[in-house]
């Protein structure tokens, strides 16, 4: 057989496997129509992926909601197709470029994968948000990752890069003669206090950075975010999302660099932008049980930095949801390096799998608690009027599925 | 008053290791005890105050880039008797050498009497250990490392490992004790996890009889983590 023909047979079998997903009611079908592609032939991906333009969203926090900012601000040029399910592994990637037939696709993809998808689907564009501690046993060290994204960088030399500058990690990743700069901010920089290339302290001076101990400096940036506007040059233009918070603005500043980088006007951009309400559940407000609530995503330290920085803008009650399953990582120490202290003036009520880890960490913090035994029974505990409900990734899918809007 | 140094934060604080720092100071001031954190940084020197040092964990560059500095930085104190509590990389840092992910060996302190090759495979999960030599019962964490660490004779294991990976493949051994250094491979962070552990390093430290703090949060996490079948292994 040859490989047209094979690869014309795998297509066939991914769709068929999809949608008898579908019809058995065992979900979407993006798994297993992405997985029998992947697994019988990844070659599959590269013939789906050519002749089509590609942009690549990758990092550790705030990929989906750049990916979804990004497709918005592209569409007024025609369809852009995105895994816009959160499956971003090569089955997920996959299983978008099979379902859709837009010219523009745009792929959220994992920290670990980045390398094999830049390798088959040879994107026009890679935008490289951050990169932070996030699931020790599963993704290893942050230092590993970026070696891994240099490397897989340099074999692809047809690929420009949208990179945020205020990342010395991705700095020192990022090849700088097809790097288009951004400063995005970096909302947490406990992960890059030491330089990612010699290990000396780093120097940071307002909002510029540079190693003592080598030449890595913050380069400068065309595109910089100024809290929730962006300076282009000598023009500046507020942002205006509806989407709350530091952690938003900095990715849709992401997300209109890469749409200049694309052709696209950044009025045009922005006002598109604003459309994004919430992210696959992420920033959405609902009906919970009755209850008026918003759903926010804190998966690692830096995304709990960024959320707790929402928080402090009311006393809303809180309810904490931390699970440590294989996709949120077994370990959830992570929690000592959250300053949960400003959580201190208001009810707080803790669930989840591994509720008791997070109990302590709070002991610790000085925040008075209620353990409960689930979000259901932690909503009833709480006084009357909208709340916050805070969950790591799986338990953040358990209460987005129960989340009337 | 007890001074504590966090030793290299910005190089040595892999995930929550900096939470032990926290709960040491939480359980001095619950008891009505002076304790002061002093966050040691690179190029700074260790305060002449110091009683309790604490070294965390840390990924593979930031080991190599410590390594060098920090026998020079810690030998002085622990010879005027200050208290150690070294987690994971700390812990193989205080060794005499480390063997790193390349494969290159790196010397450490030589103040603990271990030495750490690379082990062929990465050693990660939920630990239960029983104490042998101090009386702290059962100890719990979660451990991820590369390492095969062994004991020269001047070192006693701090437990033995009832489930989940040890010290090194070939043996049981959790951490190690030299004189007034303890050495764990536990994070979770250890001391959030094991209460008994932190108030030794601060009766060591200090030299006060502590009474007992009443852990109901931390008894409450004790119950569900000593449960044998919560257990999870890779």
């Known amino acids: ?405 | 008053m007890l001074t504590i140094c966090h030793v290299y934060p910005e190089l040595l604080g892999t995930y929550g290791d900096g939470g032990n720092v926290e709960v040491l100071r939480h359980r001095m001031a619950r008891r009505g005890l002076g304790a002061e954190v002093i966050d040691v940084h690179q190029g700074d020197a260790l305060p002449r105050t110091a009683g309790l040092l604490v070294v965390g964990g840390g990924e593979d560059d930031a080991q190599r880039r410590v390594a060098p500095l920090i026998g020079e930085l810690l030998s002085p104190a622990i010879a005027d008797g200050a208290v150690v509590l070294a987690v994971c990389a700390g812990m193989q840092l205080l060794g005499h050498t480390v063997q790193g992910s390349d494969g290159n060996v790196v010397e450490g302190a030589g103040i603990l009497d271990v030495t750490t090759a690379r082990s062929s495979r990465r050693a990660v999960g939920e630990v239960i250990a029983s104490s042998t030599g101090l009386p702290l019962g059962r100890l719990t964490g979660f451990v991820n490392h590369g390492g095969a660490t062994t004991l020269g004779s001047n070192a006693r294991p701090l437990a033995r490992v009832r489930r989940g990976p040890a010290n090194h493949p070939l043996n049981r051994d959790e951490g190690a004790v030299q004189d007034r250094v303890i050495g764990t491979y536990l994070h979770g962070p250890v001391l959030a996890r094991n209460p008994e552990l932190a108030d030794h390093l601060l009766h060591l430290a200090t030299g006060e009889e502590l009474e007992p703090l009443p852990d109901v949060e931390v008894a409450a996490l004790r119950r569900e983590r000593l449960r044998p079948q919560r257990i999870w292994r890779r």
């Open chain 1, 1 to 405: 057989m040859t490989s047209e023909a094979w690869h014309a047979v795998v297509v066939r079998a991914a769709r068929a496997a999809g949608g008898a997903s579908r019809r058995l009611g065992r979900g979407h079908g993006v798994a297993i129509t992405g997985k029998v592609l992947t697994r019988l032939s990844p070659g599959s991906v590269d013939a789906l992926a050519r002749g089509r333009r590609i942009v690549v969203v990758s990092g550790t926090n705030g990929k989906s909601t750049t990916a979804r900012l990004l497709r918005q601000a592209w569409s007024g040029q025609g369809d852009v197709a995105l895994n816009d399910d959160g499956a971003n592994l090569l089955s997920g990637v996959g299983h978008a470029l099979l379902t859709s037939d837009a010219e523009r696709v745009v792929l959220e993809v994992d920290e670990l994968v980045l390398p094999e998808v830049l390798h088959r689907t040879c994107p026009e564009l890679v935008v490289l948000l951050n990169l932070s501690r996030d699931q020790l046993d599963r993704v290893g060290e942050v230092s590993d990752t970026r070696r891994l994204w240099q490397e897989a960088l340099r074999g692809t030399p047809s690929c420009r890069v949208v990179a945020n500058a205020d990342d010395p990690l991705l700095v020192a990743a990022a090849p700088p003669d097809r790097t288009t700069w951004v400063g995005a901010g970096l909302l947490w920089s406990e992960d890059a206090l030491a330089c990612p290339r010699c290990s000396a302290p780093l120097l940071r001076r307002g909002g510029e950075w540079s190693c003592r101990g080598c030449s890595l400096a913050r380069p400068t940036s065309p595109i910089t975010r100024e809290r929730d506007a962006v300076r282009i040059g000598d023009r500046r233009m507020p942002l205006g999302l509806a989407l709350p918070g530091d952690a938003a603005a900095a990715n849709a500043t992401m997300a209109l660099a890469a749409a200049q980088e694309l052709g696209v006007d950044a009025d045009d951009a922005l006002l598109r932008m604003h459309e994004v309400r919430h992210v696959g559940g992420r920033y959405a407000t609902g009906s919970l049980d009755g209850r008026e609530i918003r759903l926010l995503l804190m998966k690692n330290p830096a995304s709990a930095a960024s959320v707790l920085s929402l928080l402090a803008e009311h006393r809303r009650p809180v309810v904490l949801v931390l699970n440590a399953e294989d996709a949120d990582g077994r370990d959830p120490s992570w929690v000592w390096d959250v300053p949960f202290g400003q959580l201190r003036d208001r009810p707080v009520v803790v669930c989840g799998r591994r509720a008791a880890d997070l109990s302590v960490r709070l002991a610790y913090a000085d925040v008075p608690h209620t353990v409960a035994r689930d979000v259901t029974a932690a909503l009833s505990l709480l006084p009357a009027g909208p709340c916050d409900v805070i969950a790591n990734y799986t338990a953040f899918s358990g209460v987005s599925r129960r989340l009337e809007c």
